[in-house]
């Protein structure tokens, strides 16, 4: 199956805690991108990186660090996590267009 | 500064009755619209997108830039239309930056 496959799709930990969540695309594009949807369903773009850069680094905190080891992947590592990071996080991906595919969602939930 | 706005949190609809959801943006330049859907508990998917002046799944959008709009429209909604609906913005300069709006729920009853 081509697509934005993420990992895990359901994370629950505890506060302070470090955590990643994997992202991988098999659909050959160039971008991928990091999204935040709060629990008032608010989309809100996080990070995009461009053949392995970062080209958007909205103002996310710093504990938020994304990672890309290749341009198939982007990897987003959270440190100290915190009661408002709980969320869904979406990965996507895009070649030149606009036009976004999106992952499953990782629902992440802090106790 | 560029901007979706949603004003419609939730819209309810009988099944066969028409539909419009409201987007108005801001931007100065030539934008281009999307509308992306989320059923429940599924992935963002791309519904349409202005260039491609489409119907899909009945539903279609036009851009208006004198009212710098572009609202969703189905003349018979469908129960299976329920879904959290977004619409967004790329800029030209940063193609594949999308701004979205904050989503409208839209929930059709048999």
């Known amino acids: 199956d081509t697509a934005v496959s993420q990992t895990p799709k359901y994370l629950v930990t505890q506060m302070g805690n470090d955590k990643s969540i994997k992202c991988e695309q098999n659909?050959?594009?160039?971008?991928m991108y990091w999204y935040k949807q709060d629990s008032k369903k608010f989309l809100k773009i996080m990070f995009s990186y461009n053949n392995k850069e970062l080209i958007i680094n909205e103002t996310v905190p710093n504990r938020f660090s994304p990672k890309s080891p290749d341009k198939a992947h982007l990897n987003l590592h959270i440190n100290s996590l915190e009661l408002g990071d709980s969320a869904v996080y979406f990965c996507a991906s895009s070649q030149g267009n606009s036009v976004q595919h999106f992952g499953d969602g990782t629902r992440l939930s802090i106790l | 500064a560029q901007r979706v706005t949603q004003p419609e949190k939730l819209l309810s609809v009988f099944k066969g009755a028409p539909v419009e959801l409201k987007c108005n943006y801001s931007?100065?330049?030539?934008?281009?619209l999307f509308w992306y859907v989320q059923y429940s508990r599924q992935r963002l998917q791309l519904l349409l997108r202005?260039?491609s002046r489409e119907s899909i799944k009945g539903f279609t959008a036009d851009l208006n830039k004198g009212e710098t709009s572009f609202h969703l429209k189905k003349p018979f909604a469908q129960e299976e239309d329920s879904a959290m609906y977004y619409c967004?913005?790329?800029?030209?300069?940063?193609?594949?930056?999308?701004?979205f709006g904050t989503g409208t729920r839209l929930q059709v009853f048999p």
């Open positions: 202005h260039i």
């Open positions: 931007y100065s330049g030539s934008p281009e």
């Open positions: 967004a913005l790329s800029v030209a300069y940063n193609t594949d930056k999308l701004i």
């Open positions: 659909l050959g594009h160039d971008t």
